[in-house]
């Protein structure tokens, strides 16, 4: 497994924008498929972006198509999440998660396949 660290929430008004960053604590992470999930209060996780461990695939929420980024820079153990033309109903816990995958390319959709979780940064888009 590997510990994640989430930052880059916080408040913004609807059509803003926001940068989350998520910060893995151990080499080899370019063997990690890497996702973002999130939970929104009353509901249930879910997935937001997924980007294989060789940055080629990405895979997005329908609700999210054409507004989020997702990125990773292996170098530096990271993953990015460029969210812009935020709404209300993108606020919510943001989760970075990641899975060990040396040898596929895919991206896995549900959270249980996803051994490792961050503690979770607050985005509110609110006027």
């Known amino acids: 497994q590997v510990q994640l660290v989430e930052s880059g929430g916080g408040l913004v008004q609807p059509g803003g924008s926001l940068r989350l960053s998520c910060t893995a604590s151990?080499?080899?992470?370019?063997?990690?498929?890497m996702g973002w999930f999130r939970q929104a209060p009353g509901k249930g996780r879910e997935f937001v972006a997924g980007?294989?461990?060789?940055?080629?695939?990405?895979n997005y929420a329908d609700s999210v198509k054409g507004r989020f980024t997702i990125s990773r820079d292996n170098a530096k153990s990271s993953v990015n999440l460029q969210m812009n033309s935020l709404k209300p109903e993108d606020t919510a816990v943001y989760y970075c998660?990641?899975?060990?995958?040396?040898?596929?390319?895919?991206?896995?959709?549900?959270?249980?396949?996803?051994?490792?979780w961050g503690q979770g940064t607050q985005v509110t888009v609110s006027s």
């Open positions: 998660a990641a899975k060990f995958q040396p040898f596929e390319d895919t991206i896995p959709r549900d959270e249980v396949d996803y051994p490792s």
């Open positions: 980007l294989s461990r060789t940055g080629r695939n990405t």
């Open positions: 151990r080499g080899a992470f370019g063997a990690f498929v």
